[in-house]
Protein backbone atom coordinates (compact mmCIF):
# COMPACT_ATOMS: atom_id res chain seq x y z
CA UNK A 1 0.00 0.00 0.00
CA UNK A 2 1.33 3.60 -0.71
CA UNK A 3 -1.49 5.52 1.35
CA UNK A 4 -2.83 6.17 4.57
CA UNK A 5 -6.73 7.34 5.08
CA UNK A 6 -6.89 8.21 8.86
CA UNK A 7 -11.22 8.58 10.20
CA UNK A 8 -12.43 7.62 7.13
CA UNK A 9 -16.51 5.67 7.59
CA UNK A 10 -17.11 2.03 7.52
CA UNK A 11 -18.19 2.24 3.90
CA UNK A 12 -15.73 4.91 2.63
CA UNK A 13 -14.75 4.43 -0.93
CA UNK A 14 -11.06 4.66 -0.37
CA UNK A 15 -11.31 0.60 0.78
CA UNK A 16 -12.18 -0.23 -2.94
CA UNK A 17 -8.72 1.32 -3.54
CA UNK A 18 -5.96 -1.47 -3.18
CA UNK A 19 -3.38 1.43 -3.08
CA UNK A 20 -4.64 3.04 0.59
CA UNK A 21 -4.11 1.17 3.92
CA UNK A 22 -7.82 2.33 5.34
CA UNK A 23 -8.49 3.55 9.51
CA UNK A 24 -12.15 3.26 10.03
CA UNK A 25 -14.00 3.52 13.17
CA UNK A 26 -13.13 -0.64 13.75
CA UNK A 27 -9.25 0.57 13.04
CA UNK A 28 -7.92 2.87 15.56
CA UNK A 29 -6.06 5.52 13.54
CA UNK A 30 -3.94 6.24 16.04
CA UNK A 31 -2.66 2.87 15.45
CA UNK A 32 -1.16 4.21 12.39
CA UNK A 33 2.89 3.27 12.12
CA UNK A 34 3.64 6.25 9.62
CA UNK A 35 5.71 5.72 6.83
CA UNK A 36 3.67 6.91 4.07
CA UNK A 37 2.06 10.15 2.90
CA UNK A 38 -2.06 10.72 4.44
CA UNK A 39 -4.76 11.90 3.79
CA UNK A 40 -6.76 12.66 7.78
CA UNK A 41 -10.51 13.08 7.59
CA UNK A 42 -10.73 13.99 11.70
CA UNK A 43 -13.94 14.25 13.40
CA UNK A 44 -14.93 18.15 12.78
CA UNK A 45 -17.98 18.66 14.82
CA UNK A 46 -15.79 19.89 17.89
CA UNK A 47 -13.89 22.59 15.89
CA UNK A 48 -17.02 23.70 14.02
CA UNK A 49 -19.15 26.79 13.84
CA UNK A 50 -21.97 24.70 15.68
CA UNK A 51 -19.19 23.14 18.18
CA UNK A 52 -21.08 24.38 21.48
CA UNK A 53 -24.03 21.46 19.99
CA UNK A 54 -21.79 19.27 19.88
CA UNK A 55 -22.77 17.41 22.51
CA UNK A 56 -22.57 13.45 21.03
CA UNK A 57 -18.77 14.00 20.59
CA UNK A 58 -16.66 11.21 22.19
CA UNK A 59 -14.48 12.08 24.89
CA UNK A 60 -11.08 13.37 23.43
CA UNK A 61 -12.45 13.45 20.04
CA UNK A 62 -11.33 17.21 19.83
CA UNK A 63 -7.72 16.01 19.83
CA UNK A 64 -7.87 13.68 17.15
CA UNK A 65 -7.69 16.71 14.68
CA UNK A 66 -4.08 18.09 16.60
CA UNK A 67 -2.65 13.92 16.37
CA UNK A 68 -3.67 14.40 12.47
CA UNK A 69 -1.70 17.72 11.94
CA UNK A 70 1.30 15.86 13.39
CA UNK A 71 1.09 13.10 10.93
CA UNK A 72 0.45 15.07 8.30
CA UNK A 73 3.78 16.62 9.42
CA UNK A 74 5.66 13.64 10.11
CA UNK A 75 4.71 12.09 6.63
CA UNK A 76 3.16 14.16 4.33
CA UNK A 77 -0.38 14.78 3.78
CA UNK A 78 -3.25 16.24 3.60
CA UNK A 79 -5.84 16.90 6.85
CA UNK A 80 -9.74 17.45 4.93
CA UNK A 81 -11.78 19.69 7.43
CA UNK A 82 -14.66 21.83 6.57
CA UNK A 83 -14.41 25.67 5.56
CA UNK A 84 -15.78 27.06 9.19
CA UNK A 85 -13.22 24.51 11.18
CA UNK A 86 -11.37 26.86 14.07
CA UNK A 87 -8.88 24.30 13.29
CA UNK A 88 -7.74 26.90 10.68
CA UNK A 89 -6.29 30.36 12.08
CA UNK A 90 -5.92 28.42 15.38
CA UNK A 91 -3.69 25.63 14.27
CA UNK A 92 -3.27 25.87 10.85
CA UNK A 93 -2.24 28.63 8.42
CA UNK A 94 -5.80 29.66 6.23
CA UNK A 95 -6.21 29.53 2.59
CA UNK A 96 -3.96 32.69 1.53
CA UNK A 97 -1.84 32.34 4.35
CA UNK A 98 2.15 32.11 3.67
CA UNK A 99 3.36 28.29 4.38
CA UNK A 100 3.83 27.39 7.91
CA UNK A 101 7.32 26.32 9.55
CA UNK A 102 6.39 23.00 8.01
CA UNK A 103 6.41 23.73 4.71
CA UNK A 104 2.28 23.27 4.68
CA UNK A 105 -0.49 25.43 3.41
CA UNK A 106 -4.09 25.70 2.93
CA UNK A 107 -6.62 25.53 -0.11
CA UNK A 108 -10.79 25.52 -0.18
CA UNK A 109 -12.43 23.21 -2.77
CA UNK A 110 -16.23 22.91 -2.70
CA UNK A 111 -16.46 19.21 -2.95
CA UNK A 112 -19.85 19.46 -5.73
CA UNK A 113 -16.96 20.07 -8.20
CA UNK A 114 -15.70 16.73 -7.53
CA UNK A 115 -18.83 15.06 -7.84
CA UNK A 116 -21.11 15.57 -3.99
CA UNK A 117 -24.36 16.24 -4.25
CA UNK A 118 -24.43 19.22 -2.58
CA UNK A 119 -21.83 22.41 -2.28
CA UNK A 120 -19.64 21.61 0.42
CA UNK A 121 -16.79 23.83 1.03
CA UNK A 122 -13.86 21.96 2.40
CA UNK A 123 -10.29 22.79 3.87
CA UNK A 124 -7.03 20.84 2.88
CA UNK A 125 -4.23 21.80 4.89
CA UNK A 126 -1.33 20.41 2.98
CA UNK A 127 2.41 19.35 3.37
CA UNK A 128 4.61 17.67 1.61
CA UNK A 129 4.17 19.25 -1.76
CA UNK A 130 5.01 23.01 -2.94
CA UNK A 131 1.98 24.62 -4.17
CA UNK A 132 2.94 24.91 -7.63
CA UNK A 133 2.52 21.00 -7.42
CA UNK A 134 -1.10 20.34 -7.23
CA UNK A 135 -2.70 18.46 -9.00
CA UNK A 136 -5.38 20.71 -11.36
CA UNK A 137 -8.19 21.45 -9.78
CA UNK A 138 -11.46 20.55 -11.60
CA UNK A 139 -13.77 23.25 -13.32
CA UNK A 140 -16.48 24.83 -11.55
CA UNK A 141 -20.18 22.85 -11.78
CA UNK A 142 -22.84 25.40 -12.36
CA UNK A 143 -25.51 23.31 -12.24
CA UNK A 144 -27.68 23.68 -9.82
CA UNK A 145 -28.73 21.04 -6.94
CA UNK A 146 -31.24 20.17 -5.07
CA UNK A 147 -29.41 19.05 -1.82
CA UNK A 148 -27.59 20.75 0.98
CA UNK A 149 -25.21 19.93 3.70
CA UNK A 150 -28.17 21.05 6.56
CA UNK A 151 -31.24 21.94 4.28
CA UNK A 152 -31.06 25.86 5.05
CA UNK A 153 -30.66 26.61 1.32
CA UNK A 154 -33.84 27.40 0.08
CA UNK A 155 -35.12 24.94 -2.79
CA UNK A 156 -33.05 22.53 -1.12
CA UNK A 157 -33.02 19.19 0.59
CA UNK A 158 -31.06 18.25 3.88
CA UNK A 159 -28.04 15.45 3.22
CA UNK A 160 -28.57 12.15 4.52
CA UNK A 161 -25.64 11.52 6.66
CA UNK A 162 -23.91 9.53 4.68
CA UNK A 163 -24.01 12.08 1.96
CA UNK A 164 -22.94 14.32 4.68
CA UNK A 165 -19.71 12.16 5.04
CA UNK A 166 -18.72 10.76 2.13
CA UNK A 167 -15.47 11.25 0.01
CA UNK A 168 -16.39 11.51 -3.66
CA UNK A 169 -14.61 9.36 -6.74
CA UNK A 170 -13.12 12.18 -8.31
CA UNK A 171 -11.88 14.06 -4.94
CA UNK A 172 -10.07 10.68 -3.41
CA UNK A 173 -8.36 10.86 -7.20
CA UNK A 174 -7.24 14.29 -6.82
CA UNK A 175 -5.85 13.28 -3.12
CA UNK A 176 -3.98 10.09 -4.87
CA UNK A 177 -2.17 12.49 -7.30
CA UNK A 178 -1.13 15.00 -4.82
CA UNK A 179 -0.02 12.20 -2.19
CA UNK A 180 1.76 10.40 -5.21
CA UNK A 181 4.16 13.73 -5.62
CA UNK A 182 5.45 13.38 -2.31
CA UNK A 183 8.19 11.18 -1.19
CA UNK A 184 7.29 7.70 0.69
CA UNK A 185 8.89 7.73 3.88
CA UNK A 186 8.32 10.14 6.90
CA UNK A 187 9.07 14.41 6.32
CA UNK A 188 11.51 15.46 8.93
CA UNK A 189 9.97 18.17 10.84
CA UNK A 190 9.46 20.46 14.45
Given at each position: ???A ?5 G??A???RPE ?10 KT????MPC???P?C ?13 R?G?K??A??SI??VR??G ?9 KL?KK??P?V ?9 F???I?Q?D?G???H???K?YI ?7 L??L ?5 E????S?C?N?A??K???Q ?8 A ?7 A?S ?7 SGK
Open positions: MKYALFCRDSYKTWDVFDAERDAFAGGVCHPRKWGVLAHMAHNAPERLLWVQRNGIIEHPSGSFHLDGDFPDEFGGTVEDFFHVAKMTLCGLAPRDPEPKKRLPTDRIGVGTRCTYQREYSPELIDWLESLKMPNRGI
